[in-house]
């Protein structure tokens, strides 16, 4: 492993948390995203409209 | 025939859903090669600093989250501002969709500048106005999510937050001159620094960087990469939430053709 020094544990503990930060709010988009879309894909099976489409 | 602007085009929602996909996949495999480079000049090719040692890689990381937090809620406050004015729902989804990414790089920017702080200072935390405002700014972030939470009425949560965000944005130029105090002599303006632990600004300056450019550089480049994965979640969450109302929408339409026909059965 990288030698970091005697204040290594501080250098990765900043990076894990922008790790864990980052790909959980990437993780919460793409499931938020896909949960949107599987809900609309049902609905327009069900042939339900948008009331502005007509 | 009414003259449309580019901008009124492309702030269609229908016409932002098409565009959007292939401009967000652009942007994130563009933030990615970046962003690969700049941890790569972080901890294979900038030097160790001769005060700070190793712990100067900290920065690669905390300085962009600390610009990206102030850039986050310039871009909702200009939203909302856009939103209150010209009344485009487009406007109001920048919005929000802007909130829970800026409020991320926020905390980012608190976890990581205490995690500096603790071996250059010795200490994680010191209450003062740097740091405060920072804090504060991230309780605005959780106040503009928890507000728009509360109220049911989509379009009554969308002005009350919108008036809210604008109201907050006080707090930027507050973060900016709590370190570095602000004098412009002409207009008679002197406001001192506060007393604080935190160092002055080393690249936004009026006299040019401070920094190395063997520093300097990889900075910037992670600057560069984080700024555009910002762009591209922005995208990313402002389609979620038109998926979001569409399907909000056609739930009610559902709902309401249904009691229709309810009542057409009970008539009959």
């Known amino acids: 492993m990288m030698d970091l020094g005697k204040h290594a544990v501080f250098i990765w503990a900043s990076?894990?948390?922008v790790a864990l930060v980052i790909g959980g709010l990437i993780a919460w988009l793409l499931v938020d995203g896909a949960r949107h879309r599987r809900s609309l894909d049902e609905l327009e099976a069900r042939g339900v409209r948008r009331r502005s489409a007509g | 025939m009414a003259q449309v602007s580019i901008t009124q085009r492309l702030a269609n929602p229908t016409r932002f859903l098409g565009f959007s996909y292939?401009?967000?996949?652009?942007?994130?495999g563009l933030s990615a090669v970046v962003l690969t480079y700049g941890m790569?000049?972080?901890f294979f090719v900038a030097p160790v600093d001769y005060q700070q040692g190793h712990t100067v890689k900290i920065m690669f990381v905390h300085v962009p989250a600390a610009w990206l937090a102030m850039m986050g809620y310039a871009?909702?406050?200009l939203s909302s501002f856009g939103f209150l004015v010209f009344r485009h729902p487009l406007a109001d989804v920048s919005a929000k969709a802007a909130v829970p990414i800026g409020a991320a790089f926020t905390l980012l920017a608190l976890v990581t500048g205490s995690l500096w702080g603790k071996p250059m200072w010795g200490t994680y935390w010191v209450w003062d106005a740097r740091l405060t405002s920072v804090l504060i700014l991230f309780f605005m972030y959780l106040g503009l999510m928890a507000l728009r939470g509360a109220i049911d009425d989509d379009s009554l949560a969308s002005k009350l937050t919108a008036v809210l965000a604008i109201v907050g944005v006080v707090i930027l130029p507050f973060i900016k001159i709590s370190v570095e105090g602000l004098s412009i002599p002409w207009l008679g303006i002197e406001i001192p620094s506060w007393n604080t632990l935190h160092q002055p600004s080393s690249v936004l300056r009026?006299?040019?960087?401070?920094?190395?450019?063997?520093?300097?550089?990889?900075?910037?480049?992670?600057?560069?990469?984080?700024t555009l994965l910002f762009l591209a979640m922005h995208l990313k969450a402002m389609r979620n939430e038109i998926l979001r109302r569409r399907v909000k929408s056609m739930r009610i339409?559902?709902?309401e053709r249904a009691a229709h026909r309810g009542d057409g059965v009970a008539a009959e």
């Open chain 1, 15 to 17: 990076y894990g948390a």
């Open chain 2, 22 to 28: 292939y401009l967000m996949m652009g942007i994130a």
């Open chain 2, 40 to 42: 790569y000049l972080a």
């Open chain 2, 75 to 77: 871009i909702v406050a």
């Open chain 2, 206 to 226: 009026t006299d040019g960087p401070k920094i190395h450019s063997s520093i300097l550089i990889p900075l910037l480049i992670n600057a560069l990469g984080f």
């Open chain 2, 253 to 255: 339409a559902a709902v």
